[in-house]
């Protein structure tokens, strides 16, 4: 199958081009075979991009897809609170058909806002690896690993359960440590072998507020990455969720290693957790990408919401409006957020080679009346519905906004309907 | 003309009732003449509003309409330098019909996005008063007093032609001062005595960024309501624009006074200028409400993207997700906005005998999933295209999606891409 994408603006993101340029792309199964001017090759389906804008497809390194059905409930809770009397009672009764509708909401609502690949940690993996299997979307999946003794080691053999039974090539694992306050240093330990055996990415949340900082510091005595970095875990592949109040000395511990952060800035403002000093991170070399966190503190899965206000906050909070720039957003939520999985080589940006992740925008009626920097227009107004057409792995998976997929969304709604009654 | 709107669920904004009711609303002509269950009597319409939440339109108190050409382009700029370098030069060269085309748009960005009310400041009314009065839109507008002798003399002059020329009952006229930084002491006073003359509120910027209250503390010895206070300003009716860095000396100063605060989230983020610290304000009983500012820094008219923001910044800021919720901030942007522009006996909530502004929302596809709380959802989801319906003044503007006025985007298109290639 050969998609030519015919005469878009791409924004490739590739850094030995242009920012924009007016070209054709060319797809040939799952590979971008051809940019360039005026292609002349065969072909067996056509997209007009005139006027439209393709970027490569979002990558949201943070999220917990199984979510969905708590978009909308957090007001007023604090993150502890919330987490233990609200979130966890209702996780703990998730079946795994709960799950894969769940998910699958999730996964539909990413399409339809650009992102095609993701960072995910949950629990009941079965229906979440069947919902992305059906939809043949992109990620990285970490089974959470939390606890201690028996309930880590329950955790870790259907960790290993997981290792066994995925084929899906578009899914990688990652060992999924929920925190260092949810765990204890032999969970830990138990973690980091994992990560070593299985050789994969570790994916952790950690200071994600300041009371979290405070009561790990007051259990070891030491900042949170100085208690990673004494029991190895620095030597891995990581990507940290959250990482709010990141010390210099913290930084300085991962800087260099391979080891990226992903901020949350909705999720953080939600929770009342705070506004992460990114810029810093970023004047120190760290690889900072863009997540959404779950819906139920993020609101949202539409990446283009986070990415407007990623920049809005740092220029806030810096006073300073020089401090961030829309394309450096657009990075991190795309190039960097490839860094982060390990990815870079096949996503994150257009390229010969690459895998076909791939958005097509298409701006609104009412702002492209206005556009005079297509950059600034669509990391700050990308959210109002500019997404067009999804392309995963060279599948179409959106076209002109109709998803290509087999789903029916009022039956959707009605099991959601049916979990939130079962489960309230 | 009488629209019965059946068996929604309403979100009156009124505090007699409760938050929530499933209930029939009546309008006849430009009035709500009807609340409550099983309306039996005659109608000329019917709106099934099943499954759908009916609200009072939201409002504005803090824009320039004019300026959607602006949209998208500021990206680095520090509020000085923005005006000054990019802003000013171009809008000087702004005709009549070019104010016509750029508030038009607005307006149909307003429409579409739930917004009834507006609270403009800006210049060359002639263009923008024909645009309100085509579209039937409601709103508060001040011609933008500036400069110093004869600056201010001739935009003094034009108000009052203004003043003289308006026979728009929906458009209600303010008394626009820039700001403190543009003008002199004469030409406050000047702008004291034409509110005193014409009884008519008025609407100033003011400690929009701490460069200004600098410049003014430096000017003046004193602080920026001490000197609106020094020249009897504060006896008027007033909205504040911005006021994100109130001491609370100055906030004692206008406490008990019929003056309002409009707070600007987005636009004071993108410029750098910081976060209002709004709820300090609050607590102190001073009415805030809410603005997008002009869409160059504000990004968008989409009142529903600043709701959200407003409340994640509180809630960020603080570090505490209880400091606000979503029901207060659905009170700023409503009843809250009525009282600041002395509208609250005619809009801001819905009850029988007030005007019919009204908005009805249908919930995303996807977000319907899972609605467990509609006020959270409607404030922290709403940008995404839920506005079905908008009313103003009992005309359905826009129903199913589709605006009910004679306008051709293509043309409106055609028209900014023309403005902005002879600017440029």
Redesign the interface.
Known sequence: MKIWIRNGYVISMDEKKEIITQEDIVIENDIILFIGKNYKGSYDKIIDAKDRYVLPGLINCHTHLGM????????????DK?LKEYIWPIEDQLTDEDMYDTTL?SI??MI?TGTTCFNDMYYNWKGSMKAFSETGIRGVYGRCLIGEKEEWDKREKDFEELYQSNKNDLIKLSIGIHSLYTTNIDSLIKGEHLATKYHLPIHIHLSE??EEVKTIKNRYQMEPIQVLEKYGLLKHKMVIAHGTFLSKKEINLIKGKDISICTNP?S????????SDISSYRKEGINVCLGTDG?GSG??L?LF?HM??V???Q?????????M??YEVLKMATINGAKALGLENFIGSLEVGKNADIIILDID?????????P???IV??G???YVDTTIVNGKIVMEKKELKMNID?HK??NK??EI?ERLK
Chains 1, 2 share one sequence.
Do not use: R
Request: proline share 3%; glycine share 6%; charged share 15%.
């Open positions: 969905s059905i708590f978009k909308g409930t957090n007001d007023n809770y604090p993150l919330w909401l539909i609502e339809k507020n300041k909705i953080n403002l939600n929770l009342g957790c705070g506004i819906v609101n949202t539409n919401y407007s206000m920049d809005n906050l220029k806030g909070i810096y006073q300073d409006p020089t401090i720039s829309s009626e009412i702002d492209k009346c206005t556009t005079t920097n950059i600034i227009q700050h107004n959210w109002n519905n969304i959707l709604q959601m309907k939130q």
